[in-house]
């Protein structure tokens, strides 16, 4: 398990962080710990682990259907909205990037750079001011600008997506100086793929 990153380090861990991210700014959704390991790229047992400890004290409530069982936030405990707009702000752009640019066409592959990657990793600073996002593939401008204004919105700060093409990407040794330094430090890859594939909307 990770170490408590920079971004909130009052979480036990990374994953705790992770997960409660992803469950508290979706708070429509129920998930299995099975879909929870693939979309945090975690292990079952560790993802049990960490809902285990939640559902006890009361952030997480589940349920069975059948032999799946599936967890939610707890949105009628008084530190739903609190802790909802915490998350926003530290752990949020994960989720909700992965979420919003999962449903704009020509999206090859994304990442976070700069220095909200850097505190997710592990590198001492200051609470980032912004977020800063690559989208490599053919995607509309105007597409990524809305996604952009969506995302400040849920995660009440800036959002810089630039596109840049998959040649360009490929070749960025040759052709880019920028790229090369993004390369060089922390980077976060995005995995384009809706969470909505993977969990059940309740009512």
């Known amino acids: 398990m990770k170490t408590p990153t920079q971004l909130l380090p009052l979480l036990r861990s990374q994953l705790q962080g992770d997960l409660l991210a992803l469950v508290y700014l979706h708070p429509e959704q129920e998930y299995s710990l099975s879909d929870l390991a693939k979309l945090l790229n975690s292990s079952v047992r560790m993802i049990h682990y960490e809902a285990t400890r939640l559902l006890k004290s009361g952030l997480l409530v589940d349920r069975r259907v059948g032999n799946v069982r599936l967890v939610r936030a707890e949105t009628s405990s008084p530190l739903y909205r609190p802790l909802s707009d915490l998350l926003a702000v530290t752990f949020g752009p994960l989720p909700v990037l992965t979420e919003l640019l999962s449903e704009i066409d020509g999206v090859s592959s994304a990442y976070i750079y700069g220095s909200w990657a850097a505190r ?61 330094a993004v390369k060089s430090r922390p980077l976060i890859t995005l995995t384009l793929e809706s969470p909505k594939d993977h969990l059940v909307t309740l009512g």
Do not use: M, N
């Not at 997710?120 to 800063?132: L, Q, R, T």
């Not at 995607?139 to 995660?155: F, G, M, N, V, Y």
């Open 120 to 180: 997710y990793h592990g590198e001492p600073g200051p609470i980032p001011a912004d977020v800063d996002v690559i989208v490599v593939g053919t995607a509309k401008r105007a597409d990524l600008d809305d996604c952009a204004q969506t995302a400040e919105l849920r995660l009440r700060r800036p959002i810089s997506i630039r596109r840049v093409s998959q040649t360009t990407w490929d070749e960025s040794r040759s052709t880019s100086a920028f790229l090369v």
